[in-house]
């Protein structure tokens, strides 16, 4: 694993936030890696020590994950109060220019600030998300969120997250499942295994209207000139095939990387996908070069 250093920042309603700051020497702007609904920095722990010898890698933990802290107030546990975290930390850190890489909610985060400070990005890779939720995806992910379970060991709560999606990894073997949980698992205080978030980010789901959120159509249209790369896992029950087709139609300078075999959300891990973040980090900065 490649050295990182960790940093925290506050938010501008006095959280103290966390992240992960693999920070090459490098005059090319960050990469800001911005995870999953329930994950965190360790999520891009590889394919940061895979980026960071080229770029520097910023792995935020968006408030209630991780090493930062829990809201107060539930109802900040939204794709706004997460964007505007991210600024937060980006005039911290003095970045003017970035590139994103978000998965499934880090996507949508991805989405808002990119249309909020288009100028600002150099680029985005969307990893299987896109303005418009499937029902299903949604319903799945509602089934699960804050359940709150807590294990004996390691292996059973790799176990437990192969019950739950062994259908999105059906190549994984207990290996990788004891890997993932690790990743979205700490020990608490009795030495249990339990999940790293706060069980409560489930909450604003059951506020009428807020499951599928604002519309985000409009900010995938003010990135109509920014280079985007859209991955997507082949059995996604997140991004259809029809609304992968449709960011196409909608962006300038898109391109789809689809994942076989894979649903939501691809580790970015996977070969291909790792060239074509590889050819398209390489582009972008080529083009902003040469601008």
Known sequence: MAAYSDGYWWSRDGLRLHYRDYGANSALPP????PGLTRNARDFEDLAAHLAPGR???????????????????????????????????EELHVTRFAAIGTSL?????????????????????????PEI???????????????????S????????????GEIYPAWQLADWIRFAKRTHKLNAKGRVVQDYDTRIAEPFEVPGSATGVDLWPALKAMVDIPVLIVRGENSDI???????RMLD???????ETVP???????????????????FLARISADSAAS
Request: aromatic share 6%.
């Open 31 to 34: 990469v800001i890696c911005l």
């Open 250 to 256: 909608m962006l300038h300078n898109a391109r789809l």
């Open 106 to 130: 880090g996507g949508i985060v991805s989405m808002l600030l990119a249309s909020t400070w288009p100028k600002r990005v150099e680029g985005v890779v969307l990893n299987d998300v896109g």
């Open 239 to 245: 991004l259809s095939p029809a609304v992968g087709e």
């Open 134 to 152: 499937a029902p299903e995806g949604l319903a799945r992910i509602q089934g699960y969120v804050g359940e709150g379970r807590s294990f004996d």
């Open 154 to 165: 390691w292996a059973h709560a790799a176990r437990a997250q192969e019950e739950l999606n």
């Open 56 to 90: 520097r890698v910023i792995c935020p933990e968006y408030r209630g994950r991780g090493e930062s802290a829990y809201a107060k107030d539930v109802m900040t546990y939204m794709p706004l109060s997460y964007m505007q975290d991210i600024e937060a930390l980006l």
């Open 261 to 279: 075999g894979i649903g939501h959300a691809p580790t970015l891990d996977e070969p291909p996908v790792r060239r074509a973040i590889d050819g």
